[in-house]
């Protein structure tokens, strides 16, 4: 399975922009696909999660700024508002489930780079 994001780029604070993130087929099973980030310097830490059920979850950092939602079983959309300068990172794309009743799988795609500006 591979994940492709897009979306990202420049963009001065208080704006948005949206990321996408589209996974090249459907496994068995999909427990979560997410966003995660990485700041210069720093971990790479959650953002946020959906589950095939479209439950939702946010680090604090971004709860009520962004929001995740998912077009259909393949593709998820992160919607980013009110950017700060510490908003800026990679953002990768996370799907977490299973490719058969027993095998557990957990893909990343490559990041996409969002930076905003102050």
């Known amino acids: 399975v591979q994940l492709q994001a897009s979306g990202g780029g420049l963009v001065q604070a208080g704006g948005s922009l949206r990321l996408s993130c589209a996974a090249s087929?459907?496994?068995?099973?999909?427990?979560?696909m997410g966003w995660y980030r990485q700041a210069p310097g720093k971990q790479r830490e959650l953002v946020g999660t959906?589950?095939?059920?479209?439950?939702t979850s946010y680090s604090n950092s971004v709860k009520g700024r962004f929001t995740i939602s998912r077009e259909n079983a393949k593709t998820v959309y992160l919607q980013m508002s009110s950017l700060k300068a510490e908003d800026t990172a990679v953002y990768y794309c996370?799907?977490?489930?299973?490719?058969?009743?027993?095998?557990?799988?957990?893909?990343w795609g490559k990041g996409t780079l969002v930076t905003v500006s102050s």
């Open positions: 087929e459907i496994i068995f099973k999909i427990n979560t």
């Open positions: 959906i589950t095939s059920g479209a439950r």
């Open positions: 996370n799907l977490d489930g299973y490719t058969d009743p027993w095998t557990p799988a957990n893909y």
